[in-house]
Nanobody, 120 residues
Framework: QVQLVESGGGLVQPGGSLRLSCAAS????????MGWYRQAPGEKRELVAR??????NYAEFVEGRFTISRDNAKNTVYLQMNTLKPEDTAIYYC???????????????WGQGTQVTVSS
C-alpha cells in the first residue's frame, strides 16, 4: 500500500502565503503523477494543481498564485500558495498515482487532508 501524509496547512491572513507538503511512502515502484485537490464546505472536491514528469497543470482560479513542485528522490510534492484569498479556504488533499512494487499494481492514493483557512 501507499500512504500520503500532508503538512503545512493553517490559518493565514488574506494576501499571505503557505507551503503545503505531501510525502508518499510504502510499496512504491514509480509515481506517475502527484496533485493537490481541495474541498470547501458544501462543495465538490476540485483539482488545484497536478504534476507529472515534466508537465504541470493548474486550475483557472490559481491565476499564477500557486506553484506545484516535486522532489522525486523524496517522493514528495509541494504546493507554494501566495496571495491567498478567503475563497481559498478549504481542506487540501494530496493525491498520487503510480505503480506498486509488488505485482505491478496501479495505486491511486489520497492523503487525509490539511485545513487551509484564509481569514483576517
Amino acid at each position: 500500500q501507499v500512504q500520503l501524509v500532508e503538512s503545512g496547512g493553517g490559518l493565514v491572513q488574506p494576501g499571505g502565503s503557505l507551503r503545503l507538503s505531501c510525502a508518499a511512502s510504502g510499496s512504491i515502484f514509480r509515481i506517475n503523477a502527484m496533485g493537490w485537490y481541495r474541498q470547501a464546505p458544501g462543495e465538490k472536491r476540485e483539482l488545484v494543481a497536478r504534476i507529472t514528469s515534466g508537465m504541470t497543470n493548474y486550475a483557472e482560479f490559481v491565476e499564477g498564485r500557486f506553484t506545484i513542485s516535486r522532489d522525486n528522490a523524496k517522493n514528495t510534492v509541494y504546493l507554494q500558495m501566495n496571495t491567498l484569498k478567503p475563497e481559498d479556504t478549504a481542506i487540501y488533499y494530496c493525491n498520487a498515482v503510480g505503480i506498486e512494487v509488488y505485482g505491478a499494481r496501479v495505486f491511486d492514493s489520497w492523503g487525509q487532508g490539511t485545513q487551509v483557512t484564509v481569514s483576517s
